[in-house]
């Protein structure tokens, strides 16, 4: 173990706990926006939009129909918005409400407040909205073509000169590649409930992963302070991103609509619109040449990312830097140009999704491995090992030196625990033995950056107090979307007062009690939020420690918090005892905490800095079985070894982890998102898009947390993320069905798309064949 790792001895920490509202969610009592109870006299909001038409000129709104539908209040318009009709997270470019024009298909036009939500709906499709239709970029190739302007500039990270290299090269090759982009498909949709308080006051309840940016765009929009709007949120029904950024414009309407009518306000999304208005994981094209040695270690890589954002910018500069900064994966590039271009559609704005771009810049590197062993018709795992980080091959493309590299320990170890080479050899004679089913094996690595790339969200606060009972109340800036973040950050305040976390009241994360929040996103939660917790438990409890020693006489190092008591000395009293004792003293039991990460930094006009506090690592090894002649495929086994360092509760992190495998696999086997030529989103429900369900989730499921004697970065009990991770573990199916193919015609690179689903596979397929 390395010296700079401490090893804690805990009681909370690390027990493998219940998620805080698992009981509530099993009797069905956990309670959700759409669950709340609706006070006398509110109303219901639903978005209008046109029927036809991804861009061009409204010529014709004509909203009298709707207005005189049956329970309608109020018809709502960008007119009706007394301040700024804007819902973006930053670059102001994305209405509330489109006014002159129509940038795709589904965008808000209206909105319809009436008595029911049935009612709002129905009056909503009564709107007769006419559009001069203009040439609608739809696909990446259509922007190409088009040359629309691209929503941001291009972006590079650039070391040597790969281009150079790869034309001297004997050996090289060139790709290019689609992957496809990704419904959240939360269970609850987008929700909000507004509540008009006095002197033009608004609280809103939605389901967000950012209250803060709901509380600044509800207050630009009504043209009030920030401290006039608060917003707060329970739990969501899930959100894996979509509700970092999205959430806002449906909090918008319902407190536009409670700011028009005096009453209160609910939004909630009907699933085909949700899936129609609102934006996916970013779907990209991959061009990429690489040149290598006849070993299969690269010595160049020169590859294009190019990016369909949508219709604005959103949080496309995040995601798509983040693509980027993960297109090395776990893989030393010796000369390499990543170029991003983020592309301007007619389609909805794509936004943040599980990984935040780091997903589809992993593609890229898994298929390069992947391509070069089989053009070299060498094993894909060793031509991946031989392209790891290590000694002297250290620096990443943007500059970063890797100085936590374990990924050679995890596979190593995943290698053996999975039996991979007597699997292969196995499934090597099961190929020559059959002609139409073909099993293909691969061992995928991950290294994933943990920290927000721009800079200032990485902080936190938290509040806590203590009452004379020694109940705790806990509050923090982190949202809860079943990830289980608030039972960890409560087993870390249960820690320091050393009771237990039934003793800790988890309370909803509000703009009221913690300002300034960042979003509970980029796999942070914990790792925040645990220590602006961690700290003002700490406040409370060297005050407590500093009122002992006066009143007893005794050293610090005689006062001990365990087990529910306080020792101190030869005596022994509950923390309420003492918490009592202190409040007659006149002591404060509340604080406030408050972290930032230190030792970040990152200058993005120079491509210099430390962007990333740490990286997390992981191993899955993936065997499947693919139909030649129908394209169809199964999931055989899955092996998964990933480092959570000292897991803060292993339940909750191996959760994570098969949750997080299986929606990846679904996003690269049968998520498939299609819009027709009009930019009109086709596959909006689950009649037609394909989430993975319980027979999808492999029979053979094996997933294990990996030895860690700790994080090396000095995390929240040297805990290692967990959020995003897992969900590229899921490359190793992909390389699987890739492997698969590519027995038809060995010495051949497939060219397979992503998803894989049966179509793209048979297509890859026939061009084996060929």
């Given at each position: 173990?390395?010296?700079?790792?401490?090893?804690f001895t805990t009681e909370t920490v690390g027990l493998a706990l219940a998620h805080d509202s698992a009981a509530l969610h099993v009797q069905g009592r956990a309670i959700y926006i759409d669950d709340?109870?609706?006070?006398?006299?509110?109303?219901?909001?639903?978005?209008?939009?046109?029927?036809?038409?991804?861009?061009?000129?409204?010529?014709?709104?004509?909203?009298?129909?709707?207005?005189?539908?049956?329970?309608?209040?109020?018809?709502?318009?960008?007119?009706?918005?007394?301040?700024?009709?804007?819902?973006?997270?930053?670059?102001?470019?994305?209405?509330?409400?489109?006014?002159?024009?129509?940038?795709?298909?589904?965008?808000?036009?209206?909105?319809?407040?009436?008595?029911?939500?049935?009612?709002?709906?129905?009056?909503?499709?009564?709107?007769?909205?006419?559009?001069?239709?203009?040439?609608?970029?739809?696909?990446?190739?259509?922007?190409?073509?088009?040359?629309?302007?691209?929503?941001?500039?291009?972006?590079?990270?650039?070391?040597?000169?790969?281009?150079?290299?790869?034309?001297?090269?004997?050996?090289?090759?060139?790709?290019?590649?689609?992957?496809?982009?990704?419904?959240?498909?939360?269970?609850?949709?987008?929700?909000?409930?507004?509540?008009?308080?006095?002197?033009?006051?608004?609280?809103?309840?939605?389901?967000?992963?950012?209250?803060?940016?709901?509380?600044?765009?509800?207050?630009?929009?009504?043209?009030?302070?920030?401290?006039?709007?608060?917003?707060?949120?329970?739990?969501?029904?899930?959100?894996?991103?979509?509700?970092?950024?999205?959430?806002?414009?449906?909090?918008?309407?319902?407190?536009?609509?409670?700011?028009?009518?005096?009453?209160?306000?609910?939004?909630?999304?009907?699933?085909?619109?949700?899936?129609?208005?609102?934006?996916?994981?970013?779907?990209?094209?991959?061009?990429?040449?690489?040149?290598?040695?006849?070993?299969?270690?690269?010595?160049?890589?020169?590859?294009?990312?190019?990016?369909?954002?949508?219709?604005?910018?959103?949080?496309?500069?995040?995601?798509?830097?983040?693509?980027?900064?993960?297109?090395?994966?776990?893989?030393?590039?010796?000369?390499?140009?990543?170029?991003?271009?983020?592309?301007?559609?007619?389609?909805?704005?794509?936004?943040?999704?599980?990984?935040?771009?780091?997903?589809?810049?992993?593609?890229?590197?898994?298929?390069?491995?992947?391509?070069?062993?089989?053009?070299?018709?060498?094993?894909?795992?060793?031509?991946?090992?031989?392209?790891?980080?290590?000694?002297?091959?250290?620096?990443?493309?943007?500059?970063?030196?890797?100085?936590?590299?374990?990924?050679?320990?995890?596979?190593?170890?995943?290698?053996?625990?999975?039996?991979?080479?007597?699997?292969?050899?196995?499934?090597?004679?099961?190929?020559?033995?059959?002609?139409?089913?073909?099993?293909?094996?691969?061992?995928?690595?991950?290294?994933?950056?943990?920290?927000?790339?721009?800079?200032?969200?990485?902080?936190?606060?938290?509040?806590?107090?203590?009452?004379?009972?020694?109940?705790?109340?806990?509050?923090?800036?982190?949202?809860?979307?079943?990830?289980?973040?608030?039972?960890?950050?409560?087993?870390?305040?249960?820690?320091?007062?050393?009771?237990?976390?039934?003793?800790?009241?988890?309370?909803?994360?509000?703009?009221?009690?913690?300002?300034?929040?960042?979003?509970?996103?980029?796999?942070?939660?914990?790792?925040?939020?645990?220590?602006?917790?961690?700290?003002?438990?700490?406040?409370?409890?060297?005050?407590?420690?500093?009122?002992?020693?006066?009143?007893?006489?005794?050293?610090?190092?005689?006062?001990?918090?365990?087990?529910?008591?306080?020792?101190?000395?030869?005596?022994?009293?509950?923390?309420?005892?003492?918490?009592?004792?202190?409040?007659?003293?006149?002591?404060?039991?509340?604080?406030?905490?408050?972290?930032?990460?230190?030792?970040?930094?990152?200058?993005?006009?120079?491509?210099?800095?430390?962007?990333?506090?740490?990286?997390?690592?992981?191993?899955?090894?993936?065997?499947?079985?693919?139909?030649?002649?129908?394209?169809?495929?199964?999931?055989?086994?899955?092996?998964?070894?990933?480092?959570?360092?000292?897991?803060?509760?292993?339940?909750?992190?191996?959760?994570?982890?098969?949750?997080?495998?299986?929606?990846?696999?679904?996003?690269?086997?049968?998520?498939?998102?299609?819009?027709?030529?009009?930019?009109?989103?086709?596959?909006?429900?689950?009649?037609?898009?394909?989430?993975?369900?319980?027979?999808?989730?492999?029979?053979?499921?094996?997933?294990?947390?990996?030895?860690?004697?700790?994080?090396?970065?000095?995390?929240?009990?040297?805990?290692?993320?967990?959020?995003?991770?897992?969900?590229?573990?899921?490359?190793?199916?992909?390389?699987?069905?890739?492997?698969?193919?590519?027995?038809?015609?060995?010495?051949?690179?497939?060219?397979?798309?992503?998803?894989?689903?049966?179509?793209?596979?048979?297509?890859?397929?026939?061009?084996?064949?060929?």
């Open positions: 173990m390395p010296a700079e790792v401490k090893r709340m109870r609706e006070p006398e006299g509110t109303l219901h909001v639903a978005p209008g939009y046109a029927s036809e038409g991804a861009k061009g000129r409204i010529t014709r709104c004509d909203l009298d129909a709707v207005r005189n539908s049956p329970g309608v209040v109020a018809v709502l318009t960008a007119a009706d918005i007394p301040g700024v009709n804007d819902c973006s997270p930053a670059m102001g470019d994305d209405p509330i409400f489109a006014e002159d024009e129509i940038l795709f298909h589904g965008q808000v036009v209206f909105a319809v407040v009436a008595g029911t939500h049935d009612q709002a709906r129905r009056a909503a499709r009564r709107a007769r909205i006419e559009i001069a239709k203009d040439p609608a970029a739809i696909t990446v190739e259509d922007a190409l073509e088009q040359g629309t302007p691209d929503v941001l500039p291009p972006y590079e990270f650039r070391r040597g000169e790969p281009e150079k290299r790869i034309a001297a090269a004997k050996m090289r090759l060139s790709d290019s590649f689609h992957v496809g982009g990704q419904e959240h498909f939360y269970l609850e949709g987008q929700v909000a409930f507004a509540m008009p308080e006095e002197a033009g006051g608004m609280t809103v309840y939605s389901s967000t992963q950012h209250p803060s940016e709901v509380q600044h765009c509800v207050a630009k929009m009504l043209g009030v302070a920030d401290a006039f709007v608060t917003c707060e949120c329970r739990r969501m029904g899930g959100g894996f991103g979509g509700k970092e950024s999205q959430a806002a414009q449906w909090a918008a309407l319902a407190a536009l609509g409670a700011h028009k009518t005096g009453r209160p306000v609910k939004c909630r999304l009907d699933r085909d619109d949700d899936m129609i208005m609102t934006g996916k994981r970013h779907d990209m094209r991959i061009d990429y040449d690489a040149a290598f040695d006849k070993t299969g270690r690269l010595t160049a890589v020169d590859a294009s990312l190019l990016s369909r954002c949508g219709y604005s910018a959103d949080l496309s500069l995040g995601v798509n830097d983040r693509a980027m900064f993960h297109s090395d994966n776990a893989y030393y590039y010796p000369a390499v140009s990543i170029e991003s271009r983020r592309l301007r559609t007619n389609t909805v704005s794509n936004t943040a999704f599980r990984g935040f771009g780091g997903p589809q810049g992993m593609m890229l590197a898994e298929r390069m491995m992947d391509a070069i062993a089989h053009r070299l018709a060498l094993d894909p795992l060793h031509v991946r090992k031989r392209n790891f980080y290590g000694p002297k091959r250290d620096r990443t493309p943007y500059g970063m030196k890797v100085t936590d590299n374990i990924i050679a320990e995890v596979v190593a170890e995943l290698e053996k625990t999975s039996d991979y080479y007597a699997r292969r050899e196995a499934i090597k004679d099961f190929n020559a033995k059959n002609r139409i089913l073909k099993k293909g094996l691969a061992l995928t690595p991950v290294k994933f950056g943990i920290s927000f790339t721009l800079i200032h969200l990485n902080q936190a606060g938290a509040l806590v107090h203590l009452y004379t009972d020694g109940s705790v109340h806990l509050n923090h800036g982190g949202t809860e979307m079943g990830q289980g973040l608030y039972i960890k950050v409560a087993q870390v305040v249960a820690e320091e007062f050393g009771i237990t976390p039934d003793r800790v009241k988890i309370t909803a994360t509000t703009t009221g009690k913690v300002p300034n929040t960042s979003p509970t996103a980029a796999s942070s939660g914990s790792d925040l939020n645990g220590m602006a917790a961690k700290e003002a438990a700490s406040q409370i409890k060297k005050r407590l420690i500093a009122f002992a020693e006066r009143e007893w006489q005794v050293a610090p190092d005689q006062i001990r918090f365990e087990k529910g008591r306080v020792i101190i000395a030869n005596q022994s009293m509950s923390l309420g005892e003492l918490a009592k004792r202190a409040h007659q003293a006149r002591i404060q039991l509340s604080a406030t905490g408050f972290y930032a990460t230190p030792n970040i930094t990152w200058n993005r006009d120079k491509v210099k800095g430390k962007p990333f506090f740490y990286f997390a690592y992981g191993a899955s090894c993936s065997e499947v079985t693919i139909d030649t002649l129908t394209g169809e495929m199964r999931v055989d086994r899955v092996d998964i070894l990933h480092d959570v360092g000292r897991s803060l509760n292993p339940a909750i992190d191996l959760g994570q982890i098969e949750g997080g495998f299986v929606q990846g696999m679904g996003w690269l086997t049968t998520e498939e998102l299609v819009f027709d030529k009009e930019g009109r989103l086709r596959t909006h429900a689950p009649s037609t898009y394909k989430i993975p369900c319980a027979s999808d989730v492999p029979a053979d499921f094996r997933v294990k947390l990996f030895a860690s004697p700790g994080n090396l970065a000095n995390t929240i009990y040297r805990s290692k993320a967990v959020g995003e991770p897992p969900l590229m573990l899921a490359l190793s199916v992909f390389s699987a069905i890739t492997d698969a193919i590519a027995a038809l015609k060995p010495g051949t690179a497939p060219p397979l798309e992503a998803p894989a689903t049966p179509e793209a596979i048979l297509k890859a397929v026939k061009a084996m064949s060929a």
